[in-house]
């Protein structure tokens, strides 16, 4: 039977039902949407309380804002009795923050009685015999001691570090003067806004010059003694392992405790220096570079390693990693033994081959850029924080650089001078030495100098060659 075309009506009834349908779907889609929206602010309102609960039960809390109406005064109110054992309120003379006494500080009972945060309860199990092994052996108090608990070892193993490692006497504290000397003080200090560092062994000094307007420099009458000079002698900073040859570089850590040797041995030694132990902490040995020249960079990252090689070395200080670097793309340089560091830590100048000064980057420990002199080149100094360079050599001029640009601000000749042989800055950029193979080191302003005046402001003549 053949199709028959639907009369127009009756597909506008269709299409009609079709509408009804699709509008009952899209409101269904619209409820349910609507309910999973409810359902998930409700379930972060829920976490939103945990967390809070959370915070207040690890950290606590001196203020915590109530919801109104929804009955939650009495757990904010145990939050906050259970928070204020885990922590202390800071009283320094600016602080703003201002609670009850009984809130804020723990007494001295108190502090002593606090219990550790975590036990280890397999301590208590454990037993270790200590005159088994030789290395444990110190640990005994007694000579026919073995066995003991774990808490034991480990207690004996604290005060055994604590021996070793006494630190330093500023920084130990004295309970004496915690609580004593500022009563009355206190008050005038607030007034003047001094506020001083206290707790501490050897501040009652600071203390005192803070507290009047007296000239510090006392003037005495007394007179030296022409001729004597008094001294203490101390442990050699090397004494447990000296070198096997001559050292050329010695040089402190900018914490002033860390001491760096190294020579023709090989090793990079480092000690810690306290003036009575003086304990050697690490030994480095290059097996292919006898050391002529090793510094720390300023910011006390790493230290820089070079010998009459191609190749340098970087010690990691923090990483405990060496690396070997170079030789150095495109120059053929056979020794890199003459270098400094810039005050910024940024860059390394290395004295190189026929007047060429190579620019190394401390991060990439690639070449960045190189200067060229006249001369030959023997001596380096960096000034202005690391943005300019000096340099001397084999034709008697100072040169100075402008390392943002490469460009040659200004070369004189120095005074007398026929072979420069070394260069140094003071620390504020005022002033330069330059001193050359005669014995001679003048000093110049570097302001005048750089304006066209090579008068320097006082020579040195009294020193000689060896």
Request: glycine share 8%.
């Amino acid at each position: 039977m053949d199709d028959v075309d639907e009369p127009s009506f009756l597909q506008g009834n269709d299409d009609n039902g079709n509408g009804k349908q699709s509008n009952l779907d899209i409101m269904k889609t619209k409820k349910r949407k609507k309910a999973h929206k409810e359902e998930d602010e409700k379930v972060a309102i829920e976490q939103e309380k945990e967390m809070k609960k959370l915070e207040n039960f690890l950290f606590g809390a001196i203020y915590s804002p109530l919801e109104f109406g929804k009955g939650d005064e009495e757990e904010v109110g145990d939050a906050v009795d259970k928070g204020s054992s885990l922590f202390f309120v800071d009283r320094s003379a600016n602080s703003v923050l201002s609670v009850h006494e009984e809130d804020g500080e723990l007494s001295e009972e108190e502090t002593r009685q606090r219990k550790p945060v975590w036990v280890d309860e397999e301590e208590e199990k454990t037993n270790i015999n200590i005159a088994k092994v030789n290395r444990l052996r110190k640990l005994r108090k007694e000579e026919e001691e073995s066995l003991i608990s774990g808490s034991d070892y480990v207690s004996r193993l604290r005060a055994q570090h604590a021996k070793l490692n006494p630190g330093t006497e500023w920084a130990q504290l004295d309970p004496q003067l915690r609580n004593s000397r500022y009563s009355d003080d206190e008050s005038s200090d607030d007034e003047n806004g001094v506020a001083v560092a206290r707790g501490y062994k050897g501040v009652d000094a600071v203390d005192d010059l803070l507290r009047t307007n007296e000239d510090l420099v006392v003037k005495s009458s007394a007179k030296l003694l022409a001729g004597l000079l008094e001294y203490s002698v101390l442990v050699h900073a090397n004494a447990e392992e000296p070198s096997k040859g001559p050292i050329n570089s010695v040089q402190f850590h900018r914490n002033g405790q860390l001491l760096l040797t190294a020579g023709l041995d090989r090793r990079l030694r480092f000690f810690q220096i306290d003036g009575k132990r003086n304990t050697k902490i690490e030994s480095i040995f290059l097996d292919d570079c006898p050391v002529r020249k090793a510094s720390f960079l300023p910011d006390g990252s790493q230290v820089i390693i070079a010998g009459r090689r191609n190749f340098f070395y970087s010690f990691d200080l923090v990483k405990a990693k060496v690396d070997k670097i170079g030789p150095l793309v495109g120059r053929e340089e056979k020794s890199l033994e003459v270098f400094e560091v810039s005050p910024d830590s940024s860059t390394i100048a290395f004295v190189g081959n026929e007047g060429y000064i190579l620019l190394v980057s401390s991060k990439t420990k690639e070449l960045i850029g190189t200067l060229k002199m006249n001369g030959t080149v023997r001596s380096l100094a960096f000034a202005d924080d690391g943005k300019q360079l000096l340099s001397s050599g084999g034709d008697g001029q100072v040169y100075h650089w402008d390392l943002r640009t490469g460009a040659c601000l200004h070369k004189a000749v120095d005074e007398g001078c026929i072979n420069g042989t070394s260069l140094c800055t003071s620390p504020n950029g005022a002033l330069f030495a330059a001193g050359s193979d005669s014995g001679i080191v003048n000093i110049y302003n570097s302001e005048e100098f750089l304006g066209g005046k090579r008068k320097p402001i006082k020579t040195i003549e009294n020193l000689t060659r060896k």
